[in-house]
């Protein structure tokens, strides 16, 4: 990135003073208990049950697991997005040491993209399509009530760090290709200089040439501005290059988590275990397709490990008791009676 974004950006920098050595050190995000329902007719929904998890400054973590198994759900909750029928029940998600979830709407409001932002799945299409990009740029900048003084020159900057020519900021999103359009998100998502950013399979609707150049984009943007990232897919493949920690989701829970070469070289929970071995080529490359058996209902879970029925492993007690995720060897937490 270069030097016009930081000197433009260094007023936004300034508003959040608290951003000192030593925190950069310290955890940018903390969830704590986190628990999303969506209710429906048929009963409750139990899309996040209990999800704990920390992200330190400058970290890159990735959530994985089958459809349905609350990723985007989590995400969507750090955020306070959750649209009805959804309502987050329980939980904290400090940032450093603020409750997002205490804060008002107000508060949360101006906490967007200025300390934590999304770049939504399929982000391409949530852009407007009357609008020119610079004035979808600079709408996201007035809307938080950013202080910049040179707006034209930062959003030259912000589309020049994801690799766009100045000449884009005229353009309207059909003008644009897919990668294009992404590259816009992306800029969008770091326009507020965020502590941490959310991407929500970023590219899952580009093809795997542009994925990759897209996601070495968002990287590289992001440790210039030391934001931590977590990174929701189901590529294996591109998570093993891209992040540093996994998170495994199965049935709203977290049931694994740990640092990406660990958990390739030694899955610990059945489910990831199966997860790993379902990929198809040795080096654990490739899309994750899923494994045997159904998805659990999460109107109903299965009582206990809600993995039980698909487990090879299940003992007595795994349909009756609810295993708790722990830290069974330095920084490896699983959900599981076998440890
Ligand atoms: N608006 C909704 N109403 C009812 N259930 C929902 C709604 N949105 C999501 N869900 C349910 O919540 C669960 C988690 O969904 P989601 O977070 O989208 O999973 P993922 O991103 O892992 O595919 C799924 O069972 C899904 O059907
Ligand atoms: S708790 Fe039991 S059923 Fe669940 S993953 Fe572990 S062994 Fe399998
Ligand atoms: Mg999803």
Redesign the pocket.
Known sequence: MDKTLNKTQSKTLERTPDRTADQKQGKTLRVEELYVHYQTPAGAVRAVEGVTFSLEKGERLGLVGESGSGKSTTVMALLRMIKPPGRIVGGRVLLDDTDLLALTDDEMRAARFARIALIPQGAMNSLNPVMRIKHQLMDTIHYHNAQIGDLQGHVRALLKSVGLEPSVAEAYPHELSGGMKQRVCIAMGISLMPDVILADEPTSALDVVVQRQIMETLGNVQEEIGASLILVGHDMGLMAQFVHRIGVMYAGRL?EVGPVDDIFEEPL???TQMLISSLPSLEGKGVFKGIPGITPSLLKPPP?????P??????S???S?V?TLQEVRPGRWV?????
Do not use: I
Not at 310 to 315: A, E, L, S, Y
């Open positions: 049931v929970h059945p489910y206990g490990c809600a993995f039980h698909r487990c090879p492993k299940k003992m007690q795994c349909d008791v295993p959900s599981c009676h076998l440890y």
